[in-house]
């Protein structure tokens, strides 16, 4: 049922140094060669996360110079051949801005991805994007751009306020996202504490009705035996 798994190890900092151990609390663990070889044994790929927030404007920082960027993208490119892909979740852009601003925000975070994309396909590997969904208070994120750029795209289609997350608000952003991104790029993302064995199903079934590639949970650990026993009737691996 699981045929991916996304590690969230990593982190950076405004002059776009690699971090495993972030401000945020994402790490490495100690031990973390033994959960790649696990990975391989159970035929299950794996992909780097780098996990940015900017509520205190570290991404806006690292994406306004060209030295961080350029060391970042480095770094990440260095670290990225243990995994058979990158997943980038930069967090919080455009939240307060508006017009030109926005749109600076937006073309930053683009140009980054033009420029990590490049390096980290060069070697093979797939690029992912986790991205606030199109509905969201989060506005820094052009999805036409960027679908054009990455090979996948997962939208965090929750943190609406209520619980179950709205049907109504996870359709209308699978089809904003739908809109400028073809279907087989997008990834319906899913908060399992916000769901319940029922639900979770019906955001399963968006996602098939819609064409999408496929649904990403947020997180193992955190799901319980009735829900996985719902995803196991609903879900198929690679499909």
């Not at 968006?206 to 995803?231: F, Q, S, T």
Request: a negative charge.
């Amino acid at each position: 049922m699981v045929d991916e798994l996304a590690l969230g190890w990593y982190s950076l900092d405004k002059e776009g140094n690699l971090l495993t151990r972030s401000r945020t609390g994402w790490q490495r663990p100690d031990g973390w060669e033994r959960v790649l070889e696990a990975a391989r044994e159970y035929n299950l790929k794996t992909g780097m996360v780098v996990h940015v927030t900017d509520g205190d404007g570290t991404i806006s920082s690292l994406l306004a110079s060209e030295a961080a960027k350029t060391r970042a993208v480095n770094a990440i490119t260095a670290e990225a051949g243990l995994y058979q892909g990158v997943n980038l979740d930069f967090e919080g852009l455009g939240y307060r801005d508006e017009g030109e601003e926005l749109r600076a925000v937006r073309d930053n975070f683009t140009r980054f991805v033009e420029l990590l994309a490049e390096r980290v396909k060069a070697v093979g590997l797939p690029l992912t994007l986790t991205l606030h969904a199109p509905n969201s208070a989060y506005k820094g994120y052009d999805y036409k751009a960027l679908g054009e750029i990455a090979d996948r795209i997962i939208i965090m289609a929750y943190e609406y306020g209520s619980t179950p997350e709205p049907v109504s608000l996870v359709r209308e952003a699978v089809e904003m996202a739908w809109v400028s991104v073809p279907p087989e790029k997008l990834v319906l993302g899913i908060s399992v504490p916000a769901e319940t064995a029922a639900s979770i199903l019906t955001k399963v079934g968006i996602a098939k009705r819609y064409g999408l590639d496929g649904i990403a949970i947020w997180r193992l650990g955190l799901v319980p035996g009735e829900m996985w026993d719902a995803l196991r009737a609903s879900v198929t691996p690679g499909k």
